[in-house]
C-alpha cells in the first residue's frame, strides 16, 4: 500500500530562512499536496497502481502552472565569486566546508596536501567552465532554469518510471533539491526513500530557490557534489581525473565529470574508464535533447582523446617540516582549521632541503659505523628574515629503527659547547671584549653542602692567562663557567631569549653554572635561530617559516614582514666581536689544527659542540647570508663512539656550505640572483681596533714580541676603575687605550688571584705591579695576519637513493670541544 497517509507530526519539521534575517528557522508548515509526490512506495499491487496514477494526473496538471519570472531564463548576474560561496555554504549548513590545505615551498614547489577528509578546492561560479555547467544542467536537471526548486514534470515521469518497473529506477530530484540533501542532511538521511526526507528536500528547494540566484544555486551544487575518487567538487574533480586545473579542461573532459555526480563509483574514469566514456555519450546525448548542442558537435567532441591521470600527491618532501607548518596551524586554527583549504606559502627551498638530506644521509653513512650513530638532523635560515629554508629531521623519515619520525631538529638536546656564543654574546654586549682576560686555573664551585661542582676543559689542562678571543675560540670549558659567574645566570638567559633562545622558560634560580657548557636543553632550531641574530648583526627577527598564508577563498590573511618584527638582542658592535673571534682560523689551532671541516673556501663563523657521554655532537655557522645548523647522535640518546661535534657534524655543515656556494642557481633564495655573496663580516661604524699582546693559549709571554689587532666599541672606557689595580704590565700597542690592552690584571678572588701570582712567579719571575706604575706609551711590535683561507676540501659523489651527488669529509684529525 502507499505510504503516503502514514506519518505524524514529526514529519513535517523543516528548516527554513527568516525573510529578514536569512537566519535558519524550525518551523511546521502544512505542505500543498503536490510535495507528496516526492515519496516513495511499498510494494506495488492493483489499488496502489490505480492510486498512483490519480497521483500521476495531478503532478501532470501542475506542469501546466508557469513557471516563476525569475526562473524562466539563464541567470544573467554573474555568479558568486569563491570568498561568497564558502560564505553562502558555511552559513546554510552551519559549518566551513571542509578543502584540501595545499603547502608549497618558496618557488610553488608542492610539498603536502591536507586532504583526510576528502579533496576539494571551492571556485567561484565564473571559474567553472561554461561547458561544463551546461552539460551539468543537461544532465541532471535540464529545466534548472524554469521552475522553483521542484520539478513536478520530472516527479510525475520519474513517479511514472518507478510505478512501470515497481521499482524506484528514476528520482526526479532537482538540483536545488540535491543540494538541499547536501547542506542540511547528514549521510544517513539523504538517501532514505521515505515521505519525511522527500518533504523536507522539497520545501527546503523551494527555500532555496527563494533566496538564493540560480548562479549562486549552482555554484554551491558544483562544489559540494561528490565526483568519486575523494574528489568532492569540479574543481577537486578535474584534478583527481585530469590532473588538470579546472580551467584547461576540454569540453570532451567536461562531459565526462557532468556524468559522475549520479553514479561516482561505478563511472569512475581511473577505475571504468570505458563506462566514464560511455557515459560521457550518454551526456553529450542529453545536451544535444536540451538544445545546448547539436549532433554534429556532439559526435565532434566524443571524438575527441581523453586522457585520463591520476593526480600526483606531493610525498615525503621534507616531511618534518611539513609537520612543523601542521603544527603550526593547529596552533593557530585548532585542528579543523587543517581542512579550510588554506594555501600555505612556505619559506622552505627543495633545492635547499635535497641537498642538505644527502649530505646529511652521506656523512651518517660514511662516519655512523664508525662512532656508533645512526642519525643527523640540519636546520638552514636566512638570518635577515628568519626564513627556513631546509630543516632535516633525520636521515630516514620512514625507519622506525631510528625514530626517523621524530624531528631532531626541534627535539630538546643538550647543547655542548656550541652554547658558548650566547654566553660571550652576553658578555661582550655588558662591555667584555675579545681582548679582555679571564684566567684558566683551577676552581670549584659549591652547589649545596654536600655537592661540589669542579669544571675542567677537555684536555684535563689549564692555560693560564686567556683572553676571552682564545678561550671562545678554543672552546674552553672552565673559562667559560667563570665567565658565567661574572656575567650572570641571567644575564645569560636574557640575552638566551633575546637571540632567538625560547625553551629556557624556569626562573633563573633554577640553572646553574652548567648553563655556560650546555648542560640545560635546547632544540637545534633554537639554537641556530640564536646564531642568526647573531649573523644579522645582533638584530633579532621571529622565524618566519610561513610567508604567505591564503584563506580557502585565496584571499591572502597573512603576509610575513620581517622588518617591522625585528628588535635588537645584542649591540652591533657584540655581533661583530663573536663574528670575528668564531671565524678567527688562527685562534683556533690549539683544539681544531687546520685542515678541519671548520675551514672553508669562505670567511665563516662556526662552533661545534659535544655533550657528555658522547651523545650529542653539534656544529653550528654562518655567514652575513645564511645560518646552518647541524646535529648528529641517536634519538634514543644512545651514546655514541668517541665522537666529537668537529668530525661527525663538522664535514655536514661544511659540505653544506660549499656546495651552496659552488652552485650559482641557489643564490636566488639567499637574495644573491646574478651576484655574488658578500666576503666577511662588516664592522658597524662604531668599532675600532686596537693592537695587543698576542698570546695562544698556554704562550703567554709578558715580552709580547708580537701583537695581533683586537675589535673595541669606539666608547669603551679608557679610563682605569676606581681603587687599586694589582698586576702585571704589558706593552701598550695604541695611545688612550683601554687599560687591559696594556694590564694584565689579576683576579678578584682572593685564593685565585693567590694561584695566578704563583702561576707568572712560577713561569717568569715576576711579582705583582700596580697599574700606576705601567708605560702607557705605544710600543711597536711586528702585526700577527690571519692565515689564507683554505681550497675545498677533496669532496667524494656519493650515489643515494635517487641517483644524485652529495659530499663527504675526508679528514683524519681529532680535535677537542
Known amino acids: 500500500m502507499v505510504k503516503i497517509f502514514q506519518y505524524n507530526q514529526e514529519c513535517f519539521l523543516n528548516q527554513g530562512w527568516d525573510a529578514q534575517t536569512r537566519t535558519p528557522i524550525v518551523y511546521a508548515p502544512p505542505f500543498p499536496i503536490h510535495y507528496t509526490m516526492m515519496i516513495s512506495f511499498a510494494p506495488f499491487g492493483p489499488w496502489s497502481r490505480f492510486f498512483l496514477r490519480i497521483l500521476l494526473a495531478l503532478g501532470l496538471l501542475l506542469t501546466l502552472l508557469p513557471p516563476s519570472a525569475a526562473a524562466a531564463a539563464p541567470d544573467p548576474a554573474s555568479g558568486p565569486d569563491a570568498a561568497r560561496v564558502v560564505a553562502m555554504v558555511t552559513w546554510l549548513s552551519g559549518e566551513k566546508p571542509f578543502q584540501?590545505?595545499?603547502?608549497?615551498?618558496?618557488?610553488?614547489?608542492?610539498?603536502?596536501?591536507?586532504?583526510?577528509?576528502?579533496?576539494?578546492?571551492?571556485?567561484?561560479?565564473?571559474e567553472i567552465p561554461e561547458f561544463l555547467i551546461q552539460a551539468t544542467i543537461a544532465t541532471e536537471d535540464r529545466r534548472f532554469y524554469m521552475h522553483n526548486g521542484v520539478d513536478y514534470r520530472a516527479i510525475a515521469r520519474a513517479a511514472w518510471q518507478n510505478t512501470q518497473a515497481e521499482d524506484i529506477v528514476s528520482g526526479g530530484s532537482t538540483i536545488t533539491q540535491q543540494l538541499a540533501r547536501l547542506l542540511f542532511m547528514p549521510p544517513s538521511e539523504r538517501y532514505e526513500q521515505t515521505l519525511a526526507r522527500?518533504?523536507?528536500?522539497?520545501?527546503?528547494?523551494?527555500?532555496?530557490?527563494?533566496?538564493?540566484?540560480?548562479?549562486?544555486?549552482?555554484?554551491?551544487?558544483?562544489?559540494?557534489?561528490?565526483?568519486?575518487?575523494?574528489?568532492?567538487?569540479?574543481?577537486?574533480?578535474?584534478?583527481?581525473?585530469?590532473?588538470?586545473?579546472?580551467?584547461?579542461?576540454?569540453?570532451?573532459?567536461?562531459?565526462?565529470?557532468?556524468?559522475?555526480?549520479?553514479?561516482?563509483?561505478?563511472?569512475?574514469?581511473?577505475?571504468?574508464?570505458?563506462?566514464?566514456?560511455?557515459?560521457?555519450?550518454?551526456?553529450?546525448?542529453?545536451?544535444?535533447?536540451?538544445?545546448?548542442?547539436?549532433?554534429?558537435?556532439?559526435?565532434?567532441?566524443?571524438?575527441?582523446?581523453?586522457?585520463?591521470?591520476?593526480?600526483?600527491?606531493?610525498?615525503?618532501?621534507?616531511?618534518?617540516?611539513?609537520?612543523?607548518?601542521?603544527?603550526?596551524?593547529?596552533?593557530?586554527?585548532g585542528a579543523e582549521g587543517l581542512h579550510w583549504g588554506y594555501q600555505v606559502h612556505t619559506s622552505l627551498d627543495l633545492r635547499y632541503q635535497m641537498l642538505a638530506e644527502r649530505i646529511a644521509r652521506a656523512q651518517v653513512k660514511?662516519?655512523?659505523?664508525?662512532?656508533?650513530?645512526?642519525?643527523?638532523?640540519?636546520?638552514?635560515?636566512?638570518?635577515?628574515?628568519?626564513?627556513?629554508?631546509?630543516?632535516?629531521?633525520?636521515?630516514?623519515?620512514?625507519?622506525?629503527?631510528?625514530?626517523?619520525?621524530?624531528?631532531?631538529?626541534?627535539?630538546?638536546?643538550?647543547?655542548?659547547?656550541?652554547?658558548?656564543?650566547?654566553?660571550?654574546?652576553?658578555?661582550?654586549?655588558?662591555?667584555?671584549?675579545?681582548?679582555?682576560?679571564?684566567?684558566?686555573?683551577?676552581?670549584?664551585?659549591?652547589?649545596?653542602?654536600?655537592?661540589?661542582?669542579?669544571?675542567?676543559?677537555?684536555?684535563w689542562r689549564y692555560y693560564g692567562p686567556l683572553h676571552l678571543r682564545m678561550a671562545l675560540a678554543n672552546s674552553l670549558n672552565v673559562p667559560a663557567v667563570k665567565l658565567l659567574d661574572q656575567v650572570g645566570v641571567p644575564a645569560m638567559l636574557d640575552t638566551a631569549r633575546k637571540l632567538g633562545i625560547h625553551s629556557w622558560r624556569k626562573p633563573a634560580r633554577e640553572y646553574g653554572l652548567s648553563l655556560a657548557v650546555g648542560?640545560?636543553?635546547?632544540?637545534?632550531?633554537?639554537?641556530?635561530?640564536?646564531?642568526?641574530?647573531?649573523?644579522?648583526?645582533?638584530?633579532?627577527?621571529?622565524?618566519?617559516?610561513?610567508?604567505?598564508?591564503?584563506?580557502?577563498?585565496?584571499?591572502?590573511?597573512?603576509?610575513?614582514?620581517?622588518?617591522?618584527?625585528?628588535?635588537?638582542?645584542?649591540?652591533?658592535?657584540?655581533?661583530?666581536?663573536?663574528?670575528?673571534?668564531?671565524?678567527?682560523?688562527?685562534?683556533?689551532?690549539?683544539?681544531?689544527?687546520?685542515?678541519?671541516?671548520?675551514?672553508?673556501?669562505?670567511?665563516?663563523?662556526?662552533k661545534t659542540g659535544t655533550t657528555d657521554g658522547w651523545r650529542d655532537n653539534l656544529t653550528v655557522g654562518f655567514t652575513s647570508y645564511l645560518t646552518v645548523g647541524v646535529w648528529t647522535g641517536n634519538s634514543d640518546s644512545q651514546p655514541m663512539k668517541k665522537a666529537i661535534g668537529v668530525y661527525t657534524a663538522g664535514p655536514i655543515w661544511h659540505d653544506i656550505m660549499e656546495s651552496?656556494?659552488?652552485?650559482?642557481?641557489?643564490?636566488?633564495?639567499?637574495?644573491?640572483?646574478?651576484?655574488?655573496?658578500?666576503?666577511?663580516?662588516?664592522?658597524?661604524?662604531?668599532?675600532?681596533?686596537?693592537?695587543?699582546?698576542?698570546?695562544?693559549?698556554?704562550?703567554?709571554?709578558?715580552?709580547?714580541p708580537r701583537m695581533v689587532e683586537e675589535i673595541y666599541a669606539s666608547d669603551a672606557p679608557k679610563l682605569p676603575p676606581a681603587g687599586r689595580l694589582r698586576g702585571y704590565c704589558l706593552p701598550a700597542g695604541a695611545e688612550n687605550a683601554p687599560v687591559e690592552t696594556y694590564f694584565l690584571s689579576l683576579p678578584d678572588d682572593n685564593t685565585e688571584a693567590t694561584r695566578a701570582r704563583d702561576w707568572m712567579r712560577r713561569r717568569f719571575g715576576r711579582t705583582v705591579q700596580d697599574l700606576d706604575v705601567c708605560d702607557a706609551t705605544p710600543q711597536t711590535r711586528k702585526l700577527v695576519q690571519q692565515p689564507k683561507l683554505l681550497p675545498p676540501r677533496q669532496l667524494v659523489k656519493i650515489t643515494d637513493a635517487q641517483n644524485a651527488s652529495a659530499v663527504t669529509p675526508q679528514s683524519s684529525n681529532k680535535a677537542g670541544e
Open 100 to 126: 584540501t590545505t595545499r603547502i608549497y615551498d618558496r618557488r610553488g614547489e608542492p610539498l603536502a596536501d591536507i586532504d583526510d577528509w576528502g579533496r576539494r578546492t571551492i571556485v567561484g561560479f565564473d
Open 198 to 333: 522527500k518533504v523536507k528536500e522539497a520545501q527546503l528547494a523551494i527555500d532555496l530557490e527563494r533566496y538564493y540566484s540560480k548562479n549562486e544555486i549552482l555554484a554551491m551544487y558544483m562544489n559540494m557534489v561528490y565526483y568519486g575518487h575523494r574528489a568532492y567538487g569540479v574543481a577537486a574533480a578535474a584534478e583527481a581525473y585530469f590532473d588538470k586545473p579546472l580551467a584547461e579542461l576540454t569540453p570532451a573532459e567536461c562531459a565526462v565529470l557532468a556524468g559522475l555526480p549520479q553514479s561516482p563509483v561505478q563511472y569512475d574514469p581511473l577505475l571504468h574508464p570505458r563506462a566514464a566514456l560511455q557515459r560521457q555519450g550518454v551526456v553529450l546525448s542529453l545536451m544535444v535533447e536540451a538544445g545546448v548542442i547539436d549532433e554534429a558537435e556532439a559526435a565532434e567532441i566524443q571524438a575527441q582523446p581523453v586522457h585520463f591521470k591520476a593526480y600526483q600527491r606531493p610525498s615525503n618532501r621534507a616531511p618534518h617540516f611539513v609537520d612543523y607548518i601542521r603544527s603550526i596551524l593547529i596552533e593557530r586554527f
Open 366 to 459: 660514511e662516519m655512523g659505523k664508525k662512532h656508533h650513530f645512526n642519525n643527523a638532523a640540519v636546520v638552514m635560515l636566512v638570518p635577515a628574515t628568519g626564513e627556513i629554508l631546509a630543516m632535516v629531521g633525520s636521515v630516514d623519515f620512514d625507519n622506525k629503527e631510528i625514530d626517523g619520525q621524530v624531528n631532531m631538529a626541534i627535539e630538546p638536546r643538550q647543547p655542548g659547547s656550541s652554547i658558548k656564543p650566547v654566553l660571550y654574546a652576553a658578555a661582550f654586549d655588558r662591555g667584555w671584549s675579545p681582548a679582555s682576560v679571564i684566567w684558566d686555573q683551577p676552581v670549584s664551585y659549591r652547589l649545596n653542602a654536600s655537592a661540589i661542582y669542579i669544571p675542567h676543559n677537555i684536555t
Open 519 to 606: 648542560g640545560y636543553e635546547t632544540p637545534l632550531l633554537e639554537l641556530t635561530h640564536a646564531f642568526a641574530t647573531i649573523a644579522h648583526q645582533g638584530v633579532y627577527t621571529p622565524l618566519h617559516p610561513i610567508t604567505l598564508l591564503e584563506d580557502g577563498a585565496r584571499r591572502v590573511i597573512y603576509k610575513a614582514d620581517p622588518a617591522r618584527e625585528q628588535s635588537r638582542a645584542i649591540s652591533a658592535v657584540a655581533a661583530y666581536q663573536l663574528a670575528s673571534v668564531l671565524s678567527d682560523a688562527r685562534a683556533r689551532n690549539m683544539m681544531f689544527r687546520r685542515p678541519s671541516p671548520l675551514d672553508t673556501s669562505q670567511i665563516t663563523a662556526v
Open 660 to 704: 651552496v656556494w659552488a652552485d650559482p642557481a641557489l643564490y636566488d633564495a639567499l637574495g644573491y640572483a646574478d651576484a655574488t655573496f658578500p666576503q666577511g663580516f662588516t664592522p658597524p661604524s662604531d668599532v675600532v681596533a686596537i693592537p695587543v699582546c698576542d698570546w695562544m693559549p698556554g704562550k703567554f709571554n709578558p715580552a709580547c
